[in-house]
């Protein structure tokens, strides 16, 4: 079974680009923070504190099935959305048939992710990702209101802790993207006169489009995890909850993880520094080798040439579906290099990937719109804002903007605001409406209904069965197997190992209804004397625990000598 709660929120980013012709003024108000297009309300600030769930809420967050929407009134209560509830639903996060592959010097795994479940929430005000693991109640993640942003962390069945989330140092976030590097196409294009939403739909009232981000990462951003598989690739997940947050709910556009490839020990990518030059060899060696892999765009989390608490990245501007091609000594193409540093969270990183994913959706930075979005950095060039730097009226800035930038040149902000500013909303918008009906992005679609195993005892686990006599069946011992899921379980059942003979198994089913469960009958019947080990081995077409097995261990007993005279004809003299 897997469950997780995850709440999101995000900083905000920054980057170089080109202008546009805005169709706003400066600092227009027309939407901002989870409010997207709509009238900005008033609301109250989210404080530090905990909470405890009602025994409803915790049974609805451990037993909904994909596509569920559910309420937790506990949750709006503190986050003031009692007026608003907050539906949430429970999402998939892969695309479908998408792969997470371990690569090392032993060669490559596939690795099945941990037994999570994702949910979102958003509304004009609000903004929330969770992720619950089933099994422990673990919860974490963040929660985003017009500036509050808190991490969640605790367990279901105890207690939710909100606590504000690390921010880090103004100077350690940085992008590289610059006009003067995007190849004349997409300048031209820049210079359009107008851009136009697709949409009229109120923030987080309908999601419209889906996009599948693959991802790839180097040796040294393992290394930040000491290797550790399983807490990296959470760590991606965790990112694309928080990142669907505000793509969601701004953008109409659900974000899918794609193939993920976690590389230990050693990798194809050498060039040290330089975040144009690293872009480009990602870029080649995607373009030569990866062309196999669906994605409409390719994402590098990187270790190299970073600072604990540092971020920096760069991407190519307006590029949709483009695998890669060469263009003079450079390969451009649907591709952003993120280089992270090792002690940051997916909480205070997801809005910079979220920042140079909108550089491939075409949004320069807000400084560089024109008339600009807003006038936080002038140091740009290329027609970009260069008077002096302010905030805005609002005092933050928004994803594509410069604001938390300080000294000469930047207003120094703070950290902005999780949340695409309308204009930049406008624009991404219109390009994801165009680039859909040129069949590249797709539009969106639930994921079909897909069975959940889950069993007690869990995977892994080993039956005793005990001291029993050779010859004679023991005791059954039953593992029961539910289908938490909404579609039909199909499941085949075997033994296999050195004494498999010795054990017998019944009550199998080929296939397991939704919210069915079954008891699995496994008995002992020592066909010799000793220790007797085996595995019930159970093949299912749950994605995420697809094979699955059990431990058995008996010890066979030998007879009685009486019972040895008795069964071969004999008896004492009297």
């Known amino acids: 079974m897997k469950r997780i709660l995850l709440v999101f929120f995000l900083p905000l980013f920054f980057l170089q680009s080109p202008l546009l ?26 404080r530090p504190g905990t909470i405890a769930l009602s025994r409803r809420e915790i049974d609805s967050l451990i037993f909904s099935k994909r596509g569920a929407v559910l309420r937790l009134p506990t949750l709006d209560e503190y986050t003031g959305n009692r007026e608003t509830s907050l539906e949430f639903t429970r999402i998939g996060l892969f695309a479908p048939g998408a792969r997470v592959e371990v690569v090392s010097e032993q060669g490559r795994e596939n690795m099945t992710p941990g037994p999570r479940e994702f949910y979102l929430a958003g509304n004009a005000t609000t903004g929330v990702g969770l992720a619950v693991n089933p099994d422990t109640g673990e919860i974490s993640g963040f929660i985003n209101r017009q500036g509050s942003k808190l991490e969640i962390s605790g ?8 606590s504000p989330i690390a921010e880090t140092p103004d100077g350690s976030n940085s992008c590289a993207t610059g006009l003067d590097g995007q190849p004349p196409e997409v300048l031209q294009k820049l210079d359009a006169p107008s851009f136009f939403s697709a949409s009229a739909a109120a923030p987080g009232e309908i999601i419209s489009y889906q996009a599948i981000v693959a991802v790839d990462t180097d040796s040294e951003w393992l290394d930040g995890f000491n290797d550790d598989a399983d807490a990296a690739m959470n760590w991606i997940a965790d990112a694309f909850l928080a990142m669907n947050v505000f793509y969601e709910r701004d953008v109409e556009t659900r974000l899918l993880m794609g193939d993920v490839i976690l590389r230990l020990g050693s990798d194809p990518y050498s060039v040290a520094s330089g975040r144009s030059d690293q872009l480009d060899e990602f870029g080649a060696y995607w373009k030569d080798n990866m062309a196999d892999v669906e994605r409409q765009f390719a994402m590098m989390m990187s270790g190299r040439d970073i600072g604990g608490y ?16 060469t263009w003079g000594s450079r390969t451009v193409g ?10 940051r969270t997916p909480g205070n990183t997801a809005i910079y990937l979220g920042h140079e994913l909108g550089h491939n959706m075409g949004s320069p930075h807000t400084h560089c719109y024109n008339p600009p979005v807003d006038s936080c950095y002038n140091a740009e060039g290329n027609g970009c804002f260069s008077g002096d730097p302010v905030c805005p009226a609002a005092g933050r800035g928004t994803i594509m903007s410069y604001c938390h930038v300080g000294g000469s040149n930047g207003a120094g902000c703070g950290t902005s605001n999780s949340e695409f500013h309308p204009t930049v909303q ?6 994801l409406a165009v680039e859909m009906a040129a069949g590249c992005i797709m539009p969106f679609s639930e994921q079909a209904p ?3 195993f889950e069993s007690s005892p869990v995977s892994g686990s080993t039956l005793n069965f005990g001291s029993v006599p050779v010859g004679t069946p023991g005791s059954p011992v039953f593992v029961q197997v539910s289908n938490t899921g ?7 059942c075997g033994l296999s190992g050195p004494d498999s003979g010795s054990f017998s198994l019944s009550d199998c089913p080929s296939s397991l209804p939704e919210s069915q469960s079954v008891d699995i009958q496994i008995a002992c019947s020592p066909q010799n004397s000793g220790d007797l080990t085996a595995s019930l081995n159970l093949t299912t077409n749950d994605a995420d625990e697809g094979f699955v ?7 066979g007993e030998s007879p009685a000598v009486e019972d040895l005279i008795f069964s071969v004809g004999f008896e004492a003299e009297p």
């Open 334 to 343: 649907s591709f952003s290099f993120n280089a992270i540093g090792s002690s």
């Open 549 to 555: 097995t059990f431990g058995l261990q008996c010890s």
């Open 155 to 162: 367990n279901i069945v105890s207690r939710l802790q909100f």
């Open 426 to 431: 406008s624009l991404i918008e219109s390009n």
């Open 21 to 46: 012709n805005a169709s706003e003024p400066t600092g227009s108000p027309r939407g901002g923070g989870l409010l997207g297009k709509g009238k900005i309300p008033e609301v109250v600030e989210i």
């Open 450 to 452: 897909e069975p959940e």
């Open 310 to 325: 540092g971020f920096s990245g760069i991407a190519w501007l307006d590029q949709f579906c483009e695998y890669g091609r």
């Open 486 to 492: 909404s579609a039909d379980l199909v499941m085949t």
